[in-house]
């Protein structure tokens, strides 16, 4: 190992950051899940939209490794579904037959995609062979797979939630920046302004919002408006970080020979201000990211967010609204684990990151 | 104590028609106005509309008006008691609220109580018994807590209950109660129906204090003034509970207003998810019908519940925290 002295700030922090168990074990987590969903359409095995008429409303589909004799063998496989009437009410049913498996296959065929319109293939990750189905999350009203609707939906939640965070932090910067660095009537206003925002409940607000937004529009219209209108959730907090820093770093030292140098305002910010309090920007945009993945959520779980064809985790959960859907189909309700997940992993990150960008740690 | 209570006050009064005027707005912001929608609404009925017939709706109603006097006309009509017509449920907006508002109330401030009362004690044992088993737990469910949609966990809780306790869960009432006069075993079932919705809003304030709380007594159970007031040989929770606790505690008297916003901000969710007799469901219905005038009165409700809310809490800390009280008086 290096001596400390002979390390850049950035490796120092770094190694501070690998040394936090938790924080990078959620880091790692965190790549893993985003490369999956990435490449959804190669690790689901099916497409968001395939439907599966033998298996509406499917329960999720456990794998076993066991055969239909007993033994144990190494592949993976599903038990057999067989769709058979009910003696009584002469309705279709789909029961499992114990008595037959279906094995599962690596780099199976299936329905062919194209990815981001770069390339189409229709290998998927695994998949069972003609006849068969495997729905590891179960199937919803119209009989498409939860789990491959999960992955991409994934994907949506973290990339609107990542274009809205890129918003907030660009506008937190601006507006922290100016309200920092201009000071007196400006910073007083703006102050005002952002304590106002913070002390409205959120989420009526951006309801009633979201509400106005007309029907008609396209989803990719939705899409841009809920990203400005989830940036609004979190741009408060990190306009108000970097205020604060500015105004604690005005009279440093090395501000002021920046600025005694001929530095423009903006170069002094960017390049002697920023990189100072970069660490606690990066905890502030981590929770700022988390809570908005929460927000676009709810909102989409309540109707008034992104609408279906575009699928992300809360759209997923828009059928478990009514209770006796929760109580008939409860694995509705999976999707909702990975937003617990993706915001565990990133308050974790961003406690890691908090003691790593601390020097007194080092 | 006065001045300071009348500076509160006007303050109070300033934000809140700041809210009002940003609800106003929102209230005006989908495209069409009232006389769009009759129109739509008579078209739909196979009727035909004249041009002239919506302007002179416009014309009635004094939708052409400019901004400010429409936002005058509408402030004055709430202030006199008149908050309008809910076209969506074809009544008059009190009518739609009078009996919703009570239960609203009452599950908020049972989430405030509970935030509180689990929150604080928790908190401070925690930092009391740092890296103990109650530590370590408090903290592991405090980041769930945090981490879980509300309405995730209302959909939990009410699987587990229906699963494990066999509790209709949704609305307040069981079903053989519905329609039937008050007696005890319908108050204890509304009792039980309520326990789900206050822990749902309570879970993350709840897991938020013992954070805060934990944080603070931890800052000051290390500094010297708690050892000496420990080596004069009180027991230790006595002295823990008289002297740090009343300086850890004043974070999270001041940041009431806040929790309480929190709060009201879960809560249309939760009534929603869980389907009770509460503003919830009428807002999102509201919502998404697009009918406005009951939408505002709403949120201006849920926005003057904030400004109460952070008013008590001003005066709480008043009370509280002799600085402040030293602070104010001195002027």
């Known amino acids: 190992m290096t001596a400390a002295a002979d390390l850049s700030r950035r490796q120092l922090a770094w190694r501070a950051f690998r040394s936090n168990r938790l924080a990078f074990l959620s880091l790692c987590l965190l790549v893993l899940l985003v490369f999956v969903s990435l490449f959804a359409e190669f690790f689901a095995p099916y497409t968001p939209q395939e439907r599966n008429r033998a298996y509406t409303d499917g329960a999720p589909m456990g794998i076993t490794f066991t055969n239909a004799d007993g033994g144990l063998s190494l592949a993976p496989m599903v038990i057999a579904r067989v769709t058979e009437r009910d003696p009584d009410t002469l309705r279709r049913v789909t029961v499992a037959d114990p008595g037959a498996r279906w094995p599962i296959a690596f780099f199976a065929r299936g329905e062919s995609y194209s990815w981001f319109g770069l390339f189409e293939s229709d290998i998927h990750f695994f998949g069972v062979g003609d006849g068969g189905y495997l729905h590891l999350f179960g199937t919803d009203r119209l009989g498409r797979d939860i789990f491959s609707r999960t992955l991409y939906a994934f994907r949506t939640s973290l990339s609107i939630g990542l274009a809205s965070v890129v918003a907030a932090f660009v506008l937190g910067i601006t507006v922290g920046g100016i309200a920092g660095y201009l000071g007196g009537i400006v910073d007083a206003a703006i102050m005002r302004v952002i304590e106002f925002l913070q002390s409205i409940p959120t989420l009526p607000l951006w309801l009633t919002v979201a509400a106005a937004v007309p029907r008609e529009w396209t989803a990719l219209q939705i899409y841009l408006v809920m990203t400005l209108i989830l940036a609004m959730i979190g741009w408060t907090t990190l306009a108000r970080r970097v205020r604060s820093r500015i105004i604690a770093m005005h009279s440093d030292e090395h501000v002021l020979a920046a600025r005694l140098g001929g530095n423009r305002p903006v170069r002094v910010f960017r390049k002697h201000m920023l990189p100072a309090f970069t660490g606690y920007l990066i905890v502030d945009l981590t929770l700022a990211f988390s809570t908005i993945v929460l927000a676009e959520t709810a909102l989409s779980f309540l109707g008034l967010g992104l609408r279906e064809p575009v699928v992300s985790l809360g759209v997923l959960m828009l059928p478990a609204q009514s209770i006796a859907a929760i109580i008939l189909t409860p694995w509705y309700l999976i999707p909702g684990f990975f937003v617990v997940i993706v915001v565990l992993l990133l308050n974790f990150i961003g406690d890691g990151v908090r003691d790593a960008a601390d020097p007194s740690s080092y | ?331």
């Not at chain 2, 018994?129 to 408090?138: E, P, T």
Request: hydrophobic letters at 55%; aromatic letters at 12%; glycine letters at 8%.
């Open chain 2, 1 to 331: 104590m006065l001045a300071f209570l009348g500076r509160r006050l006007i303050a109070a009064m300033i934000v809140m028609v700041a809210f009002s005027f940003v609800v106003f707005f929102l209230v005006q912001l989908p495209p069409g106005d009232f006389a769009d929608v009759w129109a739509a609404s008579r078209a739909a009925q196979g009727d035909t509309v004249t041009p002239d017939e919506v302007e002179n709706i416009r014309e009635a109603f004094g939708l052409n008006r400019p901004f400010v006097v429409q936002y005058a006309d509408w402030m004055f009509s709430l202030l006199q008691g008149d908050l309008g017509f809910s076209f969506e449920f074809q009544k008059p907006v009190a009518h739609v609220l009078a009996e919703r508002l009570p239960l609203t109330l009452a599950i908020s401030f049972a989430a405030l109580v509970i935030i509180y009362l689990v929150g604080v004690p928790l908190g401070i044992y925690s930092a009391v018994r740092q890296h103990k088993m109650v530590d370590y737990s408090a903290t592991f469910i405090g980041y769930f807590g945090l981490a879980t949609p509300n309405f995730l966990l209302a959909l939990i809780l009410v699987y587990l209950a229906q699963r494990w306790f066999g509790l209709s869960a949704g609305g307040i009432f069981s079903p053989e109660y519905l329609g039937q006069p008050w007696s005890w075993g319908k108050f204890w079932d509304m009792l039980s129906h309520l326990v789900i919705p206050v822990l749902v809003l309570g879970s993350a304030g709840t897991a938020a204090q013992v954070r805060t709380m934990r944080a603070t007594m931890l800052d000051e159970l290390s500094k010297p003034y708690v050892r000496a007031a420990l080596a004069t040989g009180k027991s230790p929770w006595q002295v823990i509970l008289k002297y740090p606790t009343r300086v850890a505690i004043i974070p999270i008297v001041s940041t009431l207003g806040w929790e309480l916003t929190l709060v009201i901000s879960g809560a249309p969710i939760v009534g929603i998810v869980l389907s009770l007799p509460d503003m919830g469901p009428v807002f999102l219905q509201s919502l998404i019908g697009q009918d406005m005038a009951l939408a505002g009165v709403i949120l201006l409700i849920y926005y003057l519940l904030v400004v109460i809310g952070t008013l008590i809490s001003d005066l709480l800390l008043f009370w509280l925290d002799p600085r402040i009280r030293m602070g104010v008086e001195s002027k």
